[in-house]
């Protein structure tokens, strides 16, 4: 298994909502994507500024393949990375 968990950051609180919407979008067509076996899209409720994707996937392979997808190459990547900063964490999952 593959593990990645990204935070992301709205760098304008106006644009909180839109992220929201693309990220939900990205987040159903990630889904449904082979190989795919979590992509979770979270929103803090500490920070309205935060989300976080929780993506397990079933090798680094598929993740990379999710990179030529339409949810990474039509949405993510033109339309949300813009508007936030991204920290990503490959993870380790502990057992």
Not at 6 to 32: C, F, H, M, P, W
Not at 64 to 90: G, W
């Amino acid at each position: 298994m593959f593990a990645i968990n990204v935070i992301l950051t709205v760098q304008d609180e106006t644009n909180i909502d839109k992220v929201q919407g693309l990220l939900a979008e990205a987040g159903r067509l990630s889904r449904q994507e082979p190989g795919c076996q979590t992509f979770e899209v979270c929103h803090s409720q500490n920070d309205p500024k935060i989300f976080m994707l929780i993506e397990r996937w079933e090798s680094k392979e598929t993740w990379e393949v999710h990179k030529t997808a339409k949810a990474y190459t039509e949405i993510y990547h033109p339309q949300v990375l813009p508007l936030v900063d991204r920290e990503p964490h490959f993870s380790d999952i502990l057992e």
